[in-house]
Each structure stands twice: as C-alpha cells, then as structure tokens.
C-alpha cells in the first residue's frame, strides 16, 4: 500500500539554525499538508499546499516557516531560524483530490521529531 | 478559529470494559474524522462521518455524528489491549480541508 514517506526520522539542532524537513507524498496526490505536534498534545495545522501555492496557513506559520515542491516527489517545509519551541513532530500529510461534498482522507507520514537546543 | 473540544483527555480501563470519547463543536461541522495514534506513532484515519444522525461500525468500534452535527463520539466495546492509544477526532474545514484536531481522549488498559 503506497504511503507517506519522511526524512530525517528526528533532527536535533541548535537554536537559530536553519532546518530542512522533507516528505515525500503519495504519488498520485495532489494536496499537501503539514502539521506539528507538541509532546503530549494535540495535532495542530501549520499550512496546505496544492498547485504549487499555499491554499492555507494557520497563525504558527510565520515568516519563518517555508514551503516547497522543488521537484515531482518531494514536499519540504523550512524553519530558517529554528527556537526552543518549534520541538515537536512534524508530520506531512497528503490527499488525493476534492470532490464537492466528499472529503478524502488524509494519509500521514510517520513524522519527523525536531529537538531545539 | 473552528474549535473542537474533546473529553475526557485520559480514560484507564480494565481490558473488557467499554471506552467511549467525545467530540464538541460550537459549529455545525461538515464533517468529522476520527484517528487513532499509537504511542510514538503517527496519526491514522479510522473513519468520516458525514451525514446527520450517522452511526457507523468497524468491528468493536461505533462512531455516531450528532443529529446538529456539532458533535461526533466513538464507542469501543470490550477493549482489548490493542486499543490503546489517542484517539483524536478532527473536523474538516472547507476550502483548503484542513484538519482541525480535538486535543485527543489518551486510553490505556489494564490486561
């Protein structure tokens, strides 16, 4: 069954380092997600991504955060300067396509874990 | 924002007991997903819900979407060890579909 790839599996970095997480969607999907997750809580939206242009971002996604399809597979999100409180789990997530009154559901990867030091 | 409440945030059963978690909305939703994350693991789409008043069953597991559709519950019957984890209900937004999570019902078991 096709699935959601990421890499790395968890990062460690210093604070105020640039980072890169990549994510390789489901082939045939067209909408891109992320989504972090603080330790012990709730999974939270950062930002949506389709035709090559954010369609979405929550109020976490600041200047600070980037999104990029640089190529047919990949899907990346940037931090350029990472701070305490950007450790969590980072997961992408991809849909296949929208039809009116029918939603798809959203295949997660397996997360990336930052740790800021 | 659309907010999704969930209770209760932690649930410790014996293994054979009933498990029920709860989702509120202060909106009418569209519709509700509910996902199951094991310790360490990722979040996995269970099941949508999406018309009035609907009840759906996967083996142990009931999910039932509110008549008003502001709240959704998911109901397992004699947990089994393999039950446990979070379970999160997430309300889909229109346009963009994302997915906004309920802060999650965290069920451990006693064997």
């Known amino acids: 069954e096709p699935e959601v790839t990421q890499t790395p599996s968890h990062q460690v970095t210093q604070m105020g380092q640039e980072v890169i997480l990549r994510c390789v969607p489901i082939s045939n999907h067209l909408y891109f997600y992320w989504y972090r997750q603080i330790l012990g809580q709730k999974v939270e939206f950062l930002v949506s991504?389709?035709?090559?242009?954010?369609?979405?971002k929550s109020e976490i996604f600041d200047d600070q955060f980037s999104v990029e399809r640089p190529d047919g597979s990949n899907f990346t999100l940037k931090i350029r300067s990472t701070k305490l409180e950007d450790s969590a789990m980072y997961f992408c997530a991809s849909r296949r396509r929208y039809l009116a009154g029918y939603t798809d559901t959203q295949y997660f990867g397996p997360g990336t874990r930052l740790t800021v030091l | 924002g659309q907010q999704v409440m969930q209770i209760p945030q932690y649930q410790h059963v014996q293994e054979g007991e009933d498990f029920t978690t709860y989702c509120n909305s202060s909106?009418?939703?569209?519709?509700i997903q509910w996902y199951k994350q094991r310790p360490g693991g990722h979040p996995v789409f269970l099941i949508q819900l999406v018309k009035s008043g609907e009840v759906k069953k996967q083996k142990r597991l009931t999910f039932q979407f509110g008549e008003a559709k502001k709240n959704s519950s998911l109901h397992i019957t004699a947990t089994q060890t393999t039950d446990v984890g979070t379970y999160f209900c997430a309300a889909v937004i229109q346009g963009a579909q994302k997915l906004v999570f309920g802060q999650g019902t965290r069920l451990t078991i006693n064997p």
């Open positions: 991504f389709y035709n090559n242009e954010i369609s979405e």
């Open positions: 909106t009418t939703l569209s519709n």
